[in-house]
């Protein structure tokens, strides 16, 4: 597995450069819903089939990535990853107020 290969399984599945398994996990779900060859029409079928196999293989390529990936424990890397997403949360929470009113 290089890099080409992860950077076209996260194109495929419309991840940004960063992501979380909770976000793999659920653009691979949104994805495998709407092309499942179960619930295409007839004549798209085969399009389904061989859209949902490489929506299949990019979440594959992804999570192998994943579980590979080795987490820091120590208290600086601990206090940087969860102060960043606390903060990320605030302000999302502050933007979303301030212009989530906006009827645009």
Do not use: W
Not at 2 to 13: P, V, W
Not at 39 to 56: L, N, Q, V
């Amino acid at each position: 597995m290089d890099f080409k290969q992860i950077d076209e399984a996260r194109k495929i599945l419309g991840l940004d450069e960063y992501a979380g398994m909770e976000e793999i996990k659920s653009a691979y779900k949104e994805l495998a819903l709407r092309y499942h060859p179960d619930r295409c029409e007839d004549k798209k079928k085969k399009e389904c089939e061989e859209k949902f196999k490489k929506i299949s293989h990019a979440k594959d390529i992804l999570a192998v990535y994943c579980a590979g990936y080795r987490y820091s424990f120590k208290e600086k890397d601990v206090r940087r990853n969860t102060m960043d997403k606390e903060f990320y949360e605030h302000l999302k929470r502050f933007y979303d107020g301030l212009f989530g009113d906006l009827d645009l």
